[in-house]
Structure formats: structure tokens, C-alpha cells
T-cell receptor, first 106, second 114 residues
Framework: KNEVEQSPQNLTAQEGEFITINCSYS?????LHWLQQHPGGGIVSLFM???GKKKHGRLIATINIQEKHSSLHITASHPRDSAVYIC????????FGTGTSLTVIP | DGGITQSPKYLFRKEGQNVTLSCEQN?????MYWYRQDPGQGLRLIYY???????QKGDIAEGYSVSREKKESFPLTVTSAQKNPTAFYLC?????????????FGDGTRLSIL
């Protein structure tokens, strides 16, 4: 059993659509991380959140610590949002989801 | 600008050969990590180091070795004992090892077998 589960695994959207990626985790954490992996492989950190909601531009991340669930939303999606989105739950070590591969079509 | 530099971007290994992947950071971070990424799987921890001259095995350390002689550098050697080395390798660092510390990642090294 994976400590972190993401869904969907793959997602294709038309430009402008609202996108939601879900993450459930089984380990006890105090904060959850959302990462973005570009096609070339490099990873950047998008959010670290421990409660409620955070917003950065068109990206919104929410977390419910009691339900051990987090979501990443992208409003008005754009082709440049195409990437793999990974959630990570730090416990005694970082546990990573398998990622959601997003393709936004113009 | 501060960041993590991994080199080379692509690496090819012959059977029975050891290869070393470089990871350098100028973020003054104490903790450094090596992960392996395979298709359809999440990142898996190979080794991590919280301080110079100290490192710990992760979940999949067999066939790998590391050193941490300098704070800025954490090279990973893929030895001939690693029978399935073809993967994407990512190095990361954080201010110190802890849940609330974001990890900064390099751009990765893709290792293939000749």
C-alpha cells in the first residue's frame, strides 16, 4: 500500500478548463507539499500547507488534515501548465505520490 | 542565484562499471537527499545526509554509495552491484531535515545502460 495516493494518474484538459488533482495520504503529517515536475525532469515546489487553503496565481491548494486529503486546483488552465504534479507527505521521511500527468490542449 | 546543480544530465553505464552522479548546492542547506524515479512510481529515497560526514540509507540503498565531505556536495555512486540502474535520479536539499522544510530539487540525471 502506498502511503500517498494521487488521482487521476493522467489528465487531459482543454485550455481554460478548471482542473482538480486529488491526494490522499495515510501517514501522520503536519504539512503537505505539492510539487511540479517539468517535462525536462526538474522539480519545483509549489505549495507547502498545513491547514486550509493557499493560492498562488491560478493555483489553489487545499488540505483537510483530519480527513488526510488535499487537492490542487488550477483555474483557467493553460498549455504551459502541462506537467506532472506530485504531492509529498513528510513523515519520518518524505513519501511521494506517483504523480498526475496533466496535458492542457490549446 | 542559489540552487542545486546536477551533472551530467545524461549518463550511460557499461556493464560492471561504477558511475558517479554529481550534486552541488549553494543554498547553505544542511540536509541533502538522493531519489530515484521510475516510470509509474513515486520518488524513492536512496540516501540522505543531515550533516557533513554523516549519511543514512533510505529505502533502496543497495547498490549505491554516497559521501558528504563538504556541505555543498553529495555525490552518488551507482555501483556494479545495482542490477537495474536505468532510472532518473534527483538530488534535493533542505534547510534541515524536517516535515516543514521544503525540498529544493536539481534538474536530475538520466542514467541508462549501454
Amino acid at each position: 500500500k502506498n502511503e500517498v495516493e494521487q488521482s487521476p494518474q493522467n489528465l487531459t484538459a482543454q485550455e481554460g478548463e478548471f482542473i482538480t488533482i486529488n491526494c490522499s495520504y495515510s501517514v501522520g503529517i503536519s504539512a503537505l507539499h505539492w510539487l511540479q515536475q517539468h517535462p525536462g525532469g526538474g522539480i519545483v515546489s509549489l505549495f507547502m500547507l498545513s491547514s486550509g487553503k493557499k493560492k498562488h496565481g491560478r493555483l489553489i491548494a487545499t488540505i483537510n488534515i483530519q480527513e488526510k486529503h488535499s487537492s490542487l486546483h488550477i483555474t483557467a488552465s493553460h498549455p504551459r501548465d502541462s506537467a506532472v504534479y506530485i504531492c509529498a507527505a513528510p513523515s519520518n521521511q518524505f513519501y511521494f505520490g506517483t504523480g498526475t500527468s496533466l496535458t492542457v490542449i490549446p | 542565484d542559489g540552487g542545486i546543480t546536477q551533472s551530467p544530465k545524461y549518463l550511460f553505464r557499461k556493464e560492471g562499471q561504477n558511475v558517479t552522479l554529481s550534486c552541488e548546492q549553494n543554498l547553505n542547506h544542511d540536509a541533502m537527499y538522493w531519489y530515484r524515479q521510475d516510470p509509474g512510481q513515486g520518488l524513492r529515497l536512496i540516501y540522505y545526509s543531515q550533516i557533513v560526514n554523516d549519511f543514512q540509507k533510505g529505502d533502496i540503498a543497495e547498490g549505491y554509495s554516497v559521501s558528504r565531505e563538504k556541505k555543498e556536495s553529495f555525490p552518488l555512486t551507482v555501483t556494479s552491484a545495482q542490477k537495474n540502474p536505468t532510472a532518473f535520479y534527483l538530488c534535493a536539499s533542505s534547510n534541515y531535515q524536517g516535515a516543514n522544510q521544503p525540498q529544493h530539487f536539481g534538474d536530475g540525471t538520466r542514467l541508462s545502460i549501454l
